[in-house]
């Protein structure tokens, strides 16, 4: 039996190229979710579990190819939740 073709991100948002997010210029993702909801969380409107903008790894890495940068930040909302649609992007990069 194949593989199973992972589920896509729940993407919140993307910066395509940032400075602000981690060293040199960056490609900046976010996604939708999360479960901790630590005190003082920095991007509450990315806690709800409600699908935003469903995207695979395959087209990410293109825009991320397309940047210019010189790495990739995965913000959330936790993308630890996202660990199975968000391993082939990392693998990938």
Known sequence: MP???PPPLNVAA???RTQA???GHRFALWVQGC???CPGCCN???LA???REPMRA???LRR???ADVEGVSVLGGEPMEQAEALAPLCEAL
Do not use: C, K
């Open 21 to 23: 997010e981690g060293p």
């Open 3 to 5: 593989p199973s073709e």
């Open 64 to 66: 991320v190819m397309d």
């Open 44 to 46: 509450p409107e990315l």
């Open 58 to 60: 395959e087209e990410i």
């Open 35 to 37: 479960p901790l909801r």
């Open 49 to 51: 579990e409600v699908r």
């Open 14 to 16: 993307i910066v395509d």
